[in-house]
């Protein structure tokens, strides 16, 4: 089940096999029980997402860059440098 919900959600990007996956499944007693139920409370924005090309993953890892930056620069006496390594790693 797993590898089938991986394949409609990430690999295939089918709506029609992902909703057909949800309507099916059946609770087993495993933790694959809570991700389905979560999936189906949230069935619109999940089938969005995977009709959808777009992606805010190029923006989480210049998030994830800044915050790594900050981490490392925490003793920058001038705010205006920290600013411009920003743009360096950013560019």
Known sequence: TYLALHDALMVKKHPTELANLLATYEPNGTAMDMTIATLKRHKVAVLAAVTSPYSNGPIE????????????????????????RIYQITA
């Open 61 to 84: 890892g210049v998030n994830r860059l800044i915050k790594s930056l900050k981490r490392s620069c925490f003793g920058f006496k001038n705010q205006l440098n920290f600013f411009k």
